[in-house]
């Protein structure tokens, strides 16, 4: 069977926004180390190789928003499609406490070989959708662990993260505001821009209103939970657009 680097769903969907999941899933492709990176199946699916429940809240927001979803079809730990091509966590060879023996002797050819596999033809895929029409809107759905090994616990349900160009992310963060039982990561629980990363690489170079927003993993963790969740942030996500527009 030909390795598929990604999957998209409602492609012909004409609504503004492009929902995207990069981290979506924990595939191995065969032809890195065989299917395996050297970790054990309990840390392939924990937070480290890929966003816990985020693919399922990305595929419904894309029905309720009317909009083009795209997954990635390969774990981070065979290379991080959120990094720019010249970042050095590319190819994380340590990620909260575990080792990855898969990557930890990697050279340039190895990563080349990834490159050429998964990273590039996910970002060309992704870059057509967000050409599709002159007006476009990213909104990038990750998910977080409420808890990295020997730090505090995480108190956010939900983070919102941006940039400089915060003009969807600032009009989101002021619906939330409203949603009074939750706690909102102003860009936690991590900074929102690293250069050359998705976000940046499909809007900000290209002026396109854009948004990320992580969700605590164990809120996530089940279908039930995940289309909850679209549907609660669906509508917010409309306001906060129409906001920016008005």
């Given at each position: 069977m030909t390795y598929q680097p990604f999957f998209e769903f409602g492609t012909t969907r004409n609504?503004?926004?492009?929902?995207?999941?990069?981290?979506?899933?924990?595939?191995?492709?065969?032809?890195?180390?065989?299917?395996?990176?050297?970790?054990?199946?309990q840390d392939m699916n924990r937070h480290i190789a890929y966003d816990i429940g985020a693919a399922g809240v990305a595929q419904e927001l894309g029905v309720l928003l009317d909009g083009p979803v795209i997954c990635s079809n390969f774990s981070r730990l065979v290379i991080d499609p959120n990094r720019g091509s010249d970042d050095p966590t590319l190819l994380m060879k340590l990620y909260d406490g575990t080792l990855i023996p898969a990557n930890r002797h990697a050279g340039p050819d190895e990563l080349e070989a990834r490159m050429e596999a998964c990273y590039r033809p996910y970002h060309t895929a992704l870059n057509a959708l967000m050409t599709r029409r002159a007006d476009p809107v990213l909104l990038s759905i990750h998910s977080f662990t409420p808890q990295l090994k020997g730090r505090p616990m995480r108190p956010w349900e939900v983070g919102v993260l941006y940039a400089d160009d915060d003009r969807?992310?600032?009009?989101?963060?002021?619906?939330?505001?409203?949603?009074?039982?939750?706690?909102?990561?102003?860009?936690?629980?991590?900074?929102?821009?690293?250069?050359?990363?998705?976000?940046?690489?499909?809007?900000?170079?290209?002026?396109?209103?854009?948004?990320?927003?992580?969700?605590?993993?164990?809120?996530?963790?089940?279908?039930?939970?995940?289309?909850?969740?679209?549907?609660?942030?669906?509508?917010?996500?409309?306001?906060?657009?129409t906001d920016v527009i008005a």
């Open positions: 609504s503004r926004w492009t929902v995207t999941s990069d981290h979506a899933a924990n595939t191995v492709p065969a032809f890195v180390n065989g299917g395996d990176l050297g970790i054990s199946s969807l992310a600032q009009a989101l963060l002021t619906v939330l505001s409203g949603e009074k039982d939750l706690t909102i990561g102003d860009n936690e629980p991590y900074l929102g821009h690293l250069p050359g990363d998705a976000v940046d690489t499909h809007a900000l170079q290209h002026g396109h209103l854009n948004v990320l927003i992580e969700l605590r993993n164990d809120l996530i963790d089940t279908e039930a939970q995940q289309k909850a969740w679209a549907q609660r942030l669906a509508p917010l996500l409309e306001q906060a657009l």
